[in-house]
């Protein structure tokens, strides 16, 4: 299992999770709700469980 903590706006949140979903080998476990960076309100970021898939 991987953990990651990816940071940036809401929308490239969204996109590099759905990316993610996508990704034909790799499983998301886990995502975490949205937190907000200290010292900003434009960037954030998310904390994700990833494992490789089996799958050729």
Known sequence: ???L???GTPNELRWFEKLMHRHKKVKV???S???SNKGTNKYFRVYMEVEKT???
Do not use: D, F
């Open 1 to 3: 299992m991987i953990k």
């Open 5 to 7: 903590r990816i940071m």
């Open 29 to 31: 476990l886990q995502v």
């Open 33 to 35: 709700e949205r937190y």
């Open 54 to 56: 089996e799958e050729e």
